[in-house]
Structures are given as C-alpha cells and as structure tokens.
C-alpha cells in the first residue's frame, strides 16, 4: 500500500474504528459529516432542504447540462449507523452533476437508536414521496455501501408487493451480505483504506439486534432477482467488499436480469467519494453509461 493517499486515507479513516459503542459511533458521525462535506462539489448544483414527514431531505439540481426526465434517489451509506445529509451531499452532488439529472438525498434513522426497521421504512416513505410525482420508470435508485444494501432491499420489496420497480440501480460498493463471509474481507484487509471488517460486523450488529444476517430482509444477496431491474454496480478491487459486488452480479444474472459491473483496479471501497482524478474518471463512466441506458432506449 505505497499510495499516499491511500496510507493518509487509512490513517484518518472514521471507520477504521470499532463502531462498537455508542460514544465511538457518534464520533464517527461528526467526522464522516465533516469530512464528505469537505469533498462535495460546490458551484455546479444547487441545492433545497425540505423534510418530507419526520425525515429530512436535500434536492441537488445540476446547474449544466440539467435534464427533466428523471430523477434519483440516492441512498446514502455509513453502515446504517452514520451518514446524515452532509455526508449524502459528497455523492449526491456528483450523482447529479455526471448524470444531468435531479438528486434527492434524506437523512433516515440511525443504529443503534433507531434499529431495523426504521431506516428501511424511511426509505420505503421516501419512495412513495417521490413516486407520487415522478413515474417509478424515470426513478433510478442509488446507494453506496449500506445505502447500496438499502436500495436492493427496497427494490426486492416493491417488486414482492407487485408496485413498479426503479428504472434501473447505480450501486458504490454495496454491501450485499450482512453475514459478512465474503473472501475479500480477509484478502483485501490490509489494502483498503476506508473499511474494516470489524467495523462492518459492529455495524451490522448494531442495525440487526439479534435478527439473523443472513435473511434476505437485511441481506439481498439471499432474497429474489426475479423480474428485477437493469443495476449498475461499481466497486474498488481493493475494497473488502468487492466479492459482495462480483456475487450480486452473478445472482442477477442468473435470475435472467442484466447486471453490469465496473471494478476500478486501483479504487478502494466507495473510492468515488474522494476528490481526485480516479473519482472523476470514474463518474464520467458512470454518467456515460446512464445516457446510453437512458437516451438510448427512449
């Protein structure tokens, strides 16, 4: 690991910790808000609060190239038990800025104060929000890490309840397996900066209770791909979860749906959220495979 860095990255990583009390955890969500804040693109979108019920919201509007069409939703990761609007922003922003299109971010509750299900029915009330004006054919559901998790179940739930899918999936990383059994946990330990498995088992813990990791509920990876929409999925070859990513696509494509996967060989877990040549790459790749998916089919 001779990136520099990638060693500053380890060094100041807010999850490199234990996560394993509710002191370290609010610690994690002070510098996890300080820091993407720092990171998130200004001048290039602009940016709405508003709350929708009890759950606060962020509307990231492209400032160029902006189209009307569609709309994401993003949902943002920090392992369900970090991440609040400032720490969507860094993601939304570029979401909104690679694509042209209208980002929503909202703030769901947190582990270990607001288990399972609480975060999962904010996400479910958010997209009944914005499906009230928007058809789900122009939605597409995003979501890094936990957030990737938490698109995939929603998206399994709606189809399970026969309620109109998102257009299509753009995952960062996600986290598929709550078991957390993955090869690349103990492959990749020392080469990724940003996340621990011990960090992922705490969070995990702290989200499930004494619920099992390996349900479909929390755990997609073990749930249905039938009838499932088109996913994009990105992930770093040295982020401990990047199995997660290579299994899912596999699932996927063995249910008869399409899956497409971006592995950056030098990235790391949910790398794009750091400013710097390899994100931006990486986000051009992204926007160019949304207008072809998009503005090639319409």
């Known amino acids: 690991m001779g990136n520099p860095l990638v060693k500053t990255l380890k060094t100041v990583n807010f999850m490199a910790g234990k996560a394993s009390s509710l002191a ?15 990171a998130t693109p200004i001048g290039e979108v602009e940016r709405r609060k508003f709350r929708t019920g009890r759950i606060p919201c962020e509307e990231f509007k492209p400032v160029k190239n902006y189209d009307p069409g569609y709309v994401i939703l993003y949902c943002h990761g920090g392992g369900y038990i970090c991440g609040g609007l400032g720490y969507a922003g860094n993601l939304a922003a570029k ?20 288990p399972y299900p609480a975060a999962s029915e904010d996400a479910y009330a958010m997209w009944k929000h914005i499906t009230e004006n928007v058809d789900a054919d122009h939605v597409l559901l995003a979501g890094d890490s936990a957030g990737g998790n938490m698109a995939l179940c929603l998206t399994q739930r709606l189809i399970s309840e026969r309620k109109p899918a998102p257009r299509e999936l753009l995952l ?8 957390c059994s993955s090869d690349s946990y103990e492959t990749n330990k020392d080469v990724d900066p940003i996340l621990t498995k011990e960090f ?18 929390f755990s997609p990876i073990y749930g249905s791909f039938e ?68 503005n090639g089919k319409r």
């Open 24 to 38: 370290e955890i609010k610690r994690h969500r002070k510098q996890s808000e300080w820091a993407h804040g720092l």
């Open 95 to 114: 979401l909104a800025i690679a694509t042209g299109f209208t980002v929503y971010s909202f703030a769901y509750r947190l582990s270990p104060e607001h």
């Open 172 to 179: 960062f990383s996600p986290w598929t397996d709550m078991t």
């Open 200 to 217: 992922v088992m705490n969070s995990a813990k702290a989200y499930l209770g004494d619920n099992d990791p390996a349900d479909p509920l």
């Open 227 to 294: 009838k499932f929409p088109p996913v994009f999925i990105m992930a770093g070859r040295n982020g401990i979860l990047v199995d997660d990513s290579i299994r899912l696509k596999e699932k996927i494509e063995q249910a008869g749906g399409t899956a497409t996967l971006d592995i950056e060989e030098k990235g790391w877990h949910v790398y794009q959220h750091v400013p710097g040549a390899l994100a931006r790459r990486a986000m051009k790749r992204l926007g160019a495979h949304v207008s072809q998916e998009i």
